[in-house]
């Protein structure tokens, strides 16, 4: 399974302001995958970013508020722009092992927006 | 639609005791089934899966058996420990195929296990 490391681990942000994550992993994967998990709440797939392309975003969530890079096939970046405090979630970055046909996730980013 | 519906929680039980937390689903085709763990303050963890009707996941104690029938995917263990409380997910991916397969997760189940 693959391995994969995301920073910050958690932050306290003032509203109005933007966040970036980091998502960071072992192995070359071709699909990454950026859920949200609001408090006490199960996760919603946020977009799937592919190397070279431009990101997917599920219905809800727009490019302007959630920017997502992909530079190579090890790494990964969401923004949380423009922030309020309905963002106040756990922001976690999965990757798929399309040979296993299974998904593993990071650590998770615990965001706080005040 | 794909969807995915668990028992309602919180679960609290004695060590020991026998677990079933509850899952169906809704899906076309023949969707892969899943269950994720999160122990406080961590990300998910892959528990167990199961690709195919008749499948049974088993991984630490826990196992899931697949029932086509019953579009049903129960999670259950025999002797639960404290260091099982979690949140547990139920999920799938709706089809085998090419490209980007994205997982729908049921609402999750807190469970907490007392000594």
Redesign the interface.
Known sequence: ?AV?SQKPSRDICQRGTSLTIQCQVDSQVT?M?WYRQQPG???T?IA?A?QGSEA?YESGFVIDKFPISRPNLTFSTLTVSNMSPEDSSIY?C?V?DRVA????????TRLTVT | GNSVTQMEGPVTLSEEAFLTINCTYTATGYPSLFWYVQYPGEGLQLLLKATKADDKGSNKGFEATYRKETTSFHLEKGSVQVSDSAVYFCALIPTRAQGAQKLVFGQGTRLTINP
């Open positions: 399974s994969i699909m995958f709440q199960s996760l797939l799937t592919n997917t976690l999965s798929q046909y299974e998904q593993y996730f990071g650590p998770g």
